[in-house]
């Protein structure tokens, strides 16, 4: 079976024709004298700025006021006031006109930000039926009590509807900065890890130059050892004659590896796993075995030159 396709106007035709029946089910309402009112009401539909929308809440005050002198009092032969009637075309105009507003705004937002929106495709709230709405009813002449119930029924139903889609555009915005916050963050943590890498890089080449190694030396064997610069003289002699200070260097006779030239290289894994791409691993290890086994690097350096090793 086939089924007729729905769409907001066509659900806004169905909401006024369940109203007028509504309306004719009862004893026609008597409204007295009609004083016709032309309403002026600033009303943008679709993406209206925000100045745009701001005049359209200044102007709703006088637009009700004008609406609620226009409708005279009188009472229905049913029992149904002409004075209820106007009170909740009020009240919905008041409503409609805060849903257009806030869905003005959201839209607005959303083309401010600029973010993609998930689901893609929708960035703004369609106004024009319920901006349409609200105009109609607005300018409805007071006398006209079943227009007016009829265009009440209608515009609720768009506010509704508006503000379901309103909700809807502002949780898609509220995801968007939420992935986009995380996407900077995930960036900029990136870019910390990055730059930490490069200058651990560029530190480790700078340590690892002879001139750089020696620096290193100098300074933990003082802070770790009390070792001066008679020591550190000693100490220079020694690695210069083993290594040059060159932290690749490598026996190909015996084996022995590294600054110190230790014997096998991977004794210097105790001092740390970098031990064959770091200067200052090396010198860590070999000044403690200095320590061990000789005491001080002149006492070492004088064992090396009395039988060329130590």
């Given at each position: 079976m086939l089924?007729?396709?729905?769409?907001?106007?066509?659900r806004r035709a169905a909401a006024m024709a369940r109203a007028h029946?509504?309306?004719?089910?009862?004893?026609?309402i008597i409204l007295g004298v009609a004083a016709a009112a032309v309403l002026t009401v600033a009303i943008t539909a679709g993406t209206a700025t925000a100045a745009a929308a701001a005049e359209a809440g200044d102007a709703l005050p006088t637009t009700i006021a004008t609406f609620a002198a226009a409708a005279p009092d009188a009472?229905?032969?049913?029992g149904t006031s002409v004075s209820s009637v106007k009170t909740e075309a009020i009240d919905t105009l008041r409503d409609a006109q805060a849903a257009l507003q806030d869905a003005q705004a959201a839209t607005l937002e959303v083309a401010t930000v600029g973010l993609p929106l998930d689901p893609a495709g929708t960035t703004a709230v369609d106004t024009s039926e319920l901006a349409a709405g609200i105009t109609t009813l607005a300018t409805t002449r007071g006398d006209s009590g079943m227009r007016i119930v009829l265009g009440t029924k209608g515009v609720a139903e768009e506010t509704a509807e508006t503000v379901a889609q309103t909700a809807e555009l502002r949780t898609s915005l509220e995801?968007?900065?939420?992935?986009?916050?995380?996407?900077?963050?995930?960036?900029?943590k990136a870019a910390e890890e990055k730059a930490a890498a490069e200058a651990a890089a560029a530190a480790?080449?700078?340590?690892?130059?002879?001139?750089?190694?020696?620096?290193?030396?100098?300074?933990?064997?003082?802070?770790?050892?009390?070792?001066?610069?008679?020591?550190?003289?000693?100490?220079?002699?020694l690695w210069t004659k083993e290594s040059g200070w060159n932290y690749q260097a490598y026996n190909r006779?015996?084996?022995?590896?590294?600054i110190p030239q230790a014997l096998p290289g991977s004794k210097?894994?105790?001092?740390?796993?970098?031990?064959?791409?770091?200067a200052a691993t090396q010198i860590s290890w070999g000044l403690d075995y200095i320590k061990r086994a000789y005491g001080t690097p002149c006492s070492a350096w004088g064992h090396s030159q009395a039988v060329n090793w130590y």
């Open positions: 089924h007729a396709p729905t769409t907001r106007a066509s029946a509504d309306v004719t089910t009862r004893q026609p009472t229905a032969s049913a995801t968007a900065k939420q992935k986009k916050a995380e996407a900077d963050a995930a960036a900029k480790l080449a700078r340590n690892n130059t002879p001139e750089g190694a020696k620096a290193t030396a100098r300074a933990m064997m003082s802070s770790r050892y009390g070792w001066g610069g008679d020591q550190f003289s000693c100490l220079s002699s006779n015996g084996g022995a590896t590294g210097m894994a105790s001092a740390g796993g970098d031990w064959r791409t770091n």
